[in-house]
């Protein structure tokens, strides 16, 4: 390779960020483990790790009852068990009438919660929570394992439920 | 003399009537003032006043001019903070009183140790720290962000009895300085399997929300300022994505991560909060926008008039999908209208303030606004809301959300001891 055709190859490799400050520090995939905590509806982004209902179950009592009640019957905040009809517009939104995909509660709980205590559960927490959750809407048997395999092949009740308000803008 | 004789019912005078100086002549209903008492020197005349602030603060005599505030407690829940229309004035709000929502208190953030990291479907990951941003060329834009659910109290099936503040102070307007994202985005260098872009806060809840990448691309901006300074805490320092004219939920605060994929990630606020339930029982999602809204807050409830006579009637128009084109103004209910001055500059996506002069003659008075914005769009008449929309089942609370993206009319009734309540009409 003749040092002109490399000289013109490097500039090319690099000539889109020529022009602006380029001030970005590169980021491996390591680098971004920690804050890496996206789940998306198709599973992409579920950590490895499983629980279950059972295991669930004195978590929700010792991290989560305190506010969302006993068995996840509604307390200081949100009831997260039960699937009133939805009447009207103000309905109460819960998870098993409204939530459309089952990936968003480990999503959310990894994320967000315990409310004081964020990031503070381990994946597999976060799996069980999910679980105990998911079963005590009768959304999945008791027995159930909860995995990155099966928490996106659980089906919602009201998976179908939306419209997009206005579509080009999803272009 | 220009023309003053009313241009619609109850008094409405041409919205010309007082510009560019010089007096005006007002025909019908004349008030005559009461003599003046004498002048006297007021005791600060008298002596030295107070040592400047090295940060100013209001006058203590305008204690009044706060946010209301939803859990000032600081209870396990979110906490509102809304801006105080009714006595602000002008197209900025002060960065002390700009709305705040915040789902588990305001971070503080040490600006040396945050990073906001591009990651996903780039062909470059890449990390910045603030003072890597701060080197980057910058753009300022006036834009307004509200709340998906502001307004939201106008959904109930009777008026809420409310004011401004409470029921449309979830929107604020502000100079916003940053970065513009594609510059970011092309420095990362977008994969084009990549159609969204989901951003993420630092904050304790980690709030996440898919955006389109078209709108990553097209005006959103890593904001570092808002009217001059700094971020304030509640508004995102030391970094906030800025959406404009979108739903303020996804104008994520305390930004620290954008993840570019092939597809929205169904976070809780996008697949639950923000998904307006429709009277079938199927749900809006990806609302996005702010729709073409306006509402007067000059007068309207707690601004009682003093009597009858002059007052100018003004308010807030605004549309996520441009400029304000037009608003009209009613003293009637309706039954006519006259077009409000609009106060220059007139900008895309930020608030707009209308003006218009009044002659009250003491009687009951109904007065509503209605927007257009530059790309045609009308602000709904209650009753075109309401159609496509729905009713809450139940009169909600001051503050309450029984649904979201209310852009309907709101309507104040005076009534001739010149309080003002607020009313559907």
Same mark, same amino acid.
């Given at each position: 390779?003749?040092?002109?055709?490399?000289?013109?190859?490097?500039?090319?490799?690099?000539?889109?960020?020529?022009?602006?400050?380029?001030?970005?520090?590169?980021?491996?995939?390591?680098?971004?483990?920690?804050?890496?905590?996206?789940?998306?509806?198709?599973?992409?982004?579920?950590?490895?790790?499983?629980?279950?209902?059972?295991?669930?179950?004195?978590?929700?009592?010792?991290?989560?009852?305190?506010?969302?009640?006993?068995?996840?019957?509604?307390?200081?905040?949100?009831?997260?068990?039960?699937?009133?009809?939805?009447?009207?517009?103000?309905?109460?939104?819960?998870?098993?009438?409204?939530?459309?995909?089952?990936?968003?509660?480990?999503?959310?709980?990894?994320?967000?919660?315990?409310?004081?205590?964020?990031?503070?559960?381990?994946?597999?927490?976060?799996?069980?929570?999910?679980?105990?959750?998911?079963?005590?809407?009768?959304?999945?048997?008791?027995?159930?394992?909860?995995?990155?395999?099966?928490?996106?092949?659980?089906?919602?009740?009201?998976?179908?439920?939306?419209?997009?308000?206005?579509?080009?803008?999803?272009? | 003399?220009?023309?003053?004789?009313?241009?619609?019912?109850?008094?409405?005078?041409?919205?010309?009537?007082?510009?560019?100086?010089?007096?005006?002549?007002?025909?019908?209903?004349?008030?005559?003032?009461?003599?003046?008492?004498?002048?006297?020197?007021?005791?600060?005349?008298?002596?030295?006043?107070?040592?400047?602030?090295?940060?100013?603060?209001? *006058?203590?005599?305008?204690?009044?001019?706060?946010?209301?505030? *939803?859990?000032?407690?600081?209870?396990?829940?979110?906490?509102?903070?809304?801006?105080?229309?009714?006595?602000?004035?002008?197209?900025?709000?002060?960065?002390?009183?700009?709305?705040?929502?915040?789902?588990?208190?305001?971070?503080?953030?040490?600006?040396?140790?945050?990073?906001?990291?591009?990651?996903?479907?780039?062909?470059?990951?890449?990390?910045?720290?603030?003072?890597?941003?701060?080197?980057?060329?910058?753009?300022?834009?006036?834009?307004?962000?509200?709340?998906?659910?502001? *307004?939201?109290?106008?959904? /109930?099936?009777?008026?809420?009895?409310?004011?401004?503040?409470?029921?449309?102070?979830?929107? /604020?307007?502000?100079?916003?300085?940053?970065?513009?994202?594609?510059?970011?985005?092309?420095?990362?260098?977008?994969?084009?399997?990549?159609?969204?872009?989901?951003?993420?806060?630092?904050?304790?809840?980690?709030? *996440?929300?898919?955006?389109?990448? =078209?709108?990553?691309?097209?005006?959103?901006?890593?904001?570092?300022?808002?009217?001059?300074?700094?971020?304030?805490?509640?508004?995102?320092?030391?970094?906030?994505?800025?959406?404009?004219?979108?739903?303020?939920?996804?104008?994520?605060?305390?930004?620290?991560?954008?993840?570019?994929?092939?597809?929205?990630?169904?976070?809780?606020?996008?697949?639950?909060?923000?998904?307006?339930?429709?009277?079938?029982?199927?749900?809006?999602?990806?609302?996005?926008?702010?729709?073409?809204?306006?509402?007067?807050?000059?007068?309207?409830?707690?601004?009682?008039?003093?009597?009858?006579?002059?007052?100018?009637?003004?308010?807030? =128009?605004?549309?996520?999908?441009?400029?304000?084109?037009?608003?009209?103004?009613?003293?009637?209910?309706?039954?006519?209208?006259?077009? =409000?001055?609009?106060?220059?500059?007139?900008?895309?996506?930020?608030?707009?303030?209308?003006?218009?002069?009044?002659?009250?003659?003491?009687?009951? =008075?109904?007065?509503?606004?209605?927007?257009?914005?530059?790309?045609?769009?009308?602000?709904?008449?209650?009753?075109?809301?309401?159609?496509?929309?729905?009713?809450?089942?139940?009169?909600?609370?001051?503050?309450?959300?029984?649904?979201?993206?209310?852009?309907?009319?709101?309507?104040?009734?005076?009534?001739?001891?010149?309080?003002?309540?607020?009313?559907?009409?």
């Amino acid at each position: 390779m003749s040092t002109l055709r490399f000289l013109t190859l490097a500039v090319f490799s690099t000539g889109t960020f020529a022009a602006g400050p380029n001030l970005g520090q590169p980021l491996t995939s390591a680098d971004l483990s920690a804050w890496s905590i996206n789940v998306l509806p198709d599973g992409t982004g579920l950590p490895p790790g499983s629980g279950t209902a059972a295991k669930g179950a004195p978590l929700f009592a010792q991290k989560c009852a305190h506010c969302h009640g006993e068995g996840g019957k509604g307390g200081i905040n949100a009831s997260l068990v039960g699937a009133p009809p939805i009447k009207s517009i103000d309905s109460p939104k819960t998870i098993a009438n409204f939530w459309p995909y089952a990936t968003t509660l480990f999503d959310f709980i990894r994320r967000a919660m315990p409310w004081q205590q964020p990031r503070s559960l381990t994946d597999d927490e976060v799996y069980s929570l999910s679980a105990y959750i998911l079963a005590m809407n009768k959304l999945i048997g008791e027995q159930d394992e909860m995995n990155a395999q099966t928490l996106p092949k659980v089906r919602m009740p009201n998976r179908d439920g939306f419209i997009p308000r206005f579509p080009e803008k999803m272009q | 003399m220009r023309n003053t004789v009313p241009v619609a019912g109850n008094g409405l005078l041409d919205r010309r009537a007082f510009l560019r100086g010089g007096a005006a002549l007002i025909s019908g209903y004349i008030v005559q003032p009461a003599a003046a008492e004498p002048l006297a020197d007021a005791p600060w005349s008298k002596e030295p006043g107070m040592l400047v602030p090295a940060y100013g603060v209001p *006058s203590s005599h305008e204690k009044a001019a706060a946010r209301m505030l *939803s859990n000032p407690k600081g209870e396990p829940r979110t906490q509102h903070a809304r801006t105080p229309h009714h006595l602000l004035q002008g197209m900025t709000t002060p960065n002390g009183l700009h709305f705040v929502i915040s789902h588990a208190g305001d971070p503080d953030i040490d600006p040396q140790m945050h990073r906001l990291a591009i990651h996903g479907l780039v062909k470059r990951p890449l990390v910045f720290t603030l003072e890597a941003l701060a080197r980057y060329p910058m753009v300022s834009r006036f834009t307004f962000v509200e709340c998906g659910g502001n *307004s939201a109290p106008l959904f /109930s099936p009777e008026p809420v009895q409310a004011g401004v503040q409470a029921l449309h102070g979830l929107a /604020s307007c502000a100079e916003w300085t940053g970065v513009p994202l594609s510059a970011l985005l092309e420095e990362a260098g977008v994969d084009p399997k990549a159609r969204w872009m989901v951003a993420e806060g630092a904050d304790a809840p980690h709030l *996440s929300r898919s955006v389109p990448l =078209a709108k990553a691309l097209d005006d959103a901006m890593i904001a570092l300022y808002q009217n001059g300074e700094r971020l304030m805490p509640g508004n995102g320092y030391p970094m906030r994505l800025l959406l404009p004219g979108w739903e303020g939920n996804m104008n994520v605060k305390w930004l620290r991560r954008l993840e570019l994929t092939a597809a929205p990630a169904m976070t809780y606020y996008e697949s639950r909060t923000y998904a307006p339930i429709l009277p079938d029982g199927k749900a809006y999602r990806f609302y996005f926008l702010q729709e073409v809204k306006s509402f007067i807050t000059h007068p309207s409830p707690g601004l009682a008039l003093k009597g009858p006579g002059f007052y100018e009637i003004s308010g807030i =128009a605004y549309s996520g999908n441009g400029r304000i084109a037009k608003v009209m103004v009613s003293a009637d209910g309706g039954a006519t209208w006259a077009q =409000a001055a609009l106060q220059e500059p007139v900008l895309s996506k930020a608030f707009t303030r209308f003006r218009i002069p009044w002659q009250w003659n003491g009687a009951p =008075a109904v007065l509503q606004s209605r927007a257009w914005d530059e790309a045609g769009n009308v602000q709904p008449t209650r009753a075109q809301l309401v159609a496509l929309r729905g009713q809450a089942s139940r009169v909600s609370a001051p503050t309450g959300f029984p649904s979201q993206h209310f852009n309907g009319p709101t309507t104040w009734a005076i009534d001739p001891a010149g309080s003002v309540r607020h009313v559907y009409a």
